[in-house]
């Protein structure tokens, strides 16, 4: 390998770690919305050099927490509520189309038994009592449910356009699952979530694309409730989930 390819290298993994550590930090509430970032005290604090912070940020613009300014430089981005409504529908609309995809085009054995396994291991999450849910299992499990009805529709073109809808941090399947969103509400919300993980896999298994289009439309739908609760009901519980932070007052 070349002296060139070897620094093309370093620097591409100095921007893949900049990125997630800068996502991770803003998805964290530590940069509120409205923050503008700085090149060099990120680069002093992560330890890396200003060109991969600089190539982060301008990779987390185009997944939109950040904002360009005219004069050069970046912002944390601020969101409404109608903003976070608009992505989780998105992601309603998008996730039923993959479903009625893949139910219409008829799945693999091997793909449906994965499906199939994912939830069975996400039935373990759930403890005797209504209360007892492992929310970090849980979490990791939905996230490759997902993954896996997204790949089982067998477009890219729409499992690109997925991701783009998913990074917003309010608009992913696991948006609110951390151990920090071990809220009442939504522990109560998965029962109801696995029902619809069960119909959703029926659905696809039995080629039925309009059900299947609906369960996952309804399914994106609980995410909805949830922010509605946290931000008409009980708007302490704000800063519990993972970027709530970003929303204007």
Request: with cysteine.
């Amino acid at each position: 390998m070349t002296g060139l390819a070897v620094e093309d290298t370093g620097r591409t993994t100095h921007t893949a770690v900049a990125l997630m550590e800068l996502r991770k930090r803003i998805l964290n509430g530590d940069f509120p919305g409205g923050t503008r970032l700085f090149e060099v005290p990120l680069a002093e604090t992560l330890q890396i050099s200003r060109t991969p912070i600089r190539e982060a940020m301008s990779r987390l613009a185009e997944e939109g927490l950040l904002d360009r300014l005219t004069n050069g430089g970046f912002v944390v981005r601020s969101f409404t509520f109608a903003d976070v409504l608009d992505a989780i529908e998105l992601r309603g609309v998008l996730e039923g189309t993959a479903a009625r995809l893949a139910a219409e085009r008829g799945v693999t054995p091997e793909g449906l038994a994965q499906m199939q396994g994912v939830l069975a291991r996400l039935d373990s999450c759930f403890g005797a009592s209504s209360d007892d849910v492992d929310f970090e299992a849980y979490s990791d499990l939905n996230a490759q449910f997902h993954a896996i009805l997204v790949n089982l529709a067998g477009s890219v073109v729409l499992q690109r356009e997925i991701d783009r809808a998913t990074r917003l941090p309010f608009a992913s399947p696991s948006a609110f699952l951390s151990d920090k969103t071990n809220i009442d509400i939504f522990r109560q919300s998965l029962h109801v979530a696995q029902e619809q993980h069960r119909a959703l896999v029926s659905a696809i298994s039995s080629r039925e694309g309009t059900r299947a289009e609906f369960v996952a439309r309804e399914h994106a739908r609980i995410a909805r409730r949830n922010l509605e609760y946290v931000i008409l009901e009980n708007p302490d519980l704000i800063m519990r989930v993972p970027g709530l932070g970003l929303l204007n007052s």
